[in-house]
């Protein structure tokens, strides 16, 4: 679960943006929609602790994080929470499989090859786990980067348009199995986007 | 990198092997004389066997000075006739205790015409005991080809490590024998051919005695019972005949003085290599890491600490700088290999390829020092990445 109360930040003084207050319960999904320029993304960074907010309170699992320091934050970023980012980015040296282990290994956790495995059949590129990841469509790397958000059954996944690159079909996919995952490891979904599409498929949402 | 310390090991290499060669040749030998001309030349001709010889002396001459009072031992040489590029050396069996050579088979020759030949001629020229060859005048392959007078191999030596193992050895009165012969026949050449042939024959079953006195050698090495008093003689010899004396400890450290500042020219060069190729693989990681900085930012976000993906960065410099050094060092001992395939074709040379030096255990802590510097300037960089602002601008 994740909630946030009177969140703000600011890059100077004059760009000051000021975040609606939501929470997410566990199995729940947000949407936060907002045209370029709105704070989308800051307000995911802030709610990954990849920014430190100027004002207000975010808490994960009822735990108060605003106030985490730069190495305590990354610890808890790596256990607690999954980020699919707009463009799918990995690791180029490493193979498919590895770019998910690695998930485990950075945070510290053993490495889970057989959830490995699952996520890729369920995801459908289990056949793909041996080759460098550049060599796999645009679809199948936004595929393989929610498997890697998934790794550490993190309790919350933030998703960064993770649908803007991809047609109409995949985009579908993609949320529906999104869902489909939150369910089953219990975490909250927050999908940031501009994506009008995915209006409807949301009960939950806000506009920034 | 690579290339730099390529050049480098292989600089260090093949002194030091033309270092160990050279003195290990020159060991027990306090002078040599010879005719008039370079001194350097004449130990190059006389204990490397490299050069031409200078001219001839008188063995009269040469006798006279081995029963001086203050000469331990000599040793006569007399050059001047080769097979297929080797050189056939007459002097006696003293030449070969010189080196300690044992034999591999076969005996020392004991009549004029018996031959016996170093390892190395053995296995180049495919000979065995019993073989019969006939000399050429001069060390080229083209040469004269001393066609009356066979020589033929009595035993082949072991492997010496030493220029004994590029030469035939053969008692001084072949190489008095073939030559007369060679004069004689210039001389009568046209005049009365049928009678030198019936000559021959009578000849190749008789060893003539020969008149000492008149013969000529080469050089003659000498060996000095005090080798101060033994200055003084080869001053007086220098002053007074028309002798040459020369000392091969300073005739090779005048040559080694000459070569000296090529090898040092060339070390500067290696070395500035070595520098600009630490610059590359700056500039390359430099590259790499912002062509990266996403993946950073990446590996950052999912947990890494910056400290780690600092040591990571720097393991990538070091293990450029490794396979840099490997690389390196086999390159330099394919070139030596080259060099030394060469060099033996030409001067009968041969190095010692595989042995690693200690000067190269330095080099290889020079080059991951460059390796780590060149990596870990760049890799600071990780300590500034923004995460968020990367993430956000890709």
Known sequence: ?208 | MALGIAIISLLLLAGKQIEEKFTRNVAGIDMVVGAKGSPLQLILASIYQIDSPTGNISMEEANRLTRSPLVKSTIPLSMGDSYQGYRIVGSNEKYLAHFQAEFATGKVFSKTMEIVIGSKVAKNLNLKIDDVFSSQHGFDKEGQAHKEKQFKVVGILKTTNSVLDQLMITPLESVWAVHEEHHEEEAGKGANVLKLLEDDSVRANSIRPVQEDSKEITSLLVKFRNPVMGMMMARSINQNSTLQTATPAIEINRLFALLGVGVDALKWIALVIIIVSGLSVFVSLYNSLKERKYEMALMLSMGASRTKLFLLLLLEGLIISVIGFVIGIFLSRLGLWIMSKNVEQNFHYDFNVLSLLTEEFYLFLGALLIGLLAAAIPSLGIYNINISKTLADE
């Open chain 1, 1 to 208: 679960m994740i909630a946030t109360q009177n969140l703000t930040f600011a890059y100077t003084p004059e760009k000051r943006f000021d975040f609606p207050n939501f929470s997410c319960a566990d199995r729940e999904t947000i949407l936060i929609l907002g045209k370029s320029g709105k704070g989308k993304t800051t307000f995911l960074h802030l709610m990954a602790l990849l920014l430190k907010p100027t004002g207000g309170n975010i808490q994960i699992n009822n735990q108060e994080i605003s106030q985490l320091s730069v190495s305590q934050a990354a610890n808890f970023r790596a256990k607690n929470v999954g980020i699919i980012y707009q463009k799918p980015h990995f690791v180029h040296s490493l193979s498919v499989i590895d770019n998910l282990l690695l998930a485990n290994y950075l945070a510290g956790k053993n490495q889970a090859k057989q959830l490995a495995q699952q996520l890729a059949e369920s995801l459908g590129f289990s056949e793909h786990l041996l080759k460098k990841t550049t060599q796999l469509s645009q679809g199948e790397q936004q595929r393989v980067s929610i498997a890697r958000a998934l790794m550490n059954k993190p309790s919350v996944i933030l998703a960064d348009e993770p649908t803007s690159s991809l047609d109409d079909d995949n985009c579908m996919k993609v949320i529906d199995l999104l869902k489909k995952q939150i369910q089953e490891i219990g975490a909250s979904l927050v999908v940031v986007t501009h994506d009008q599409r995915l209006k409807e498929v949301f009960e939950k949402r806000i506009e920034l």
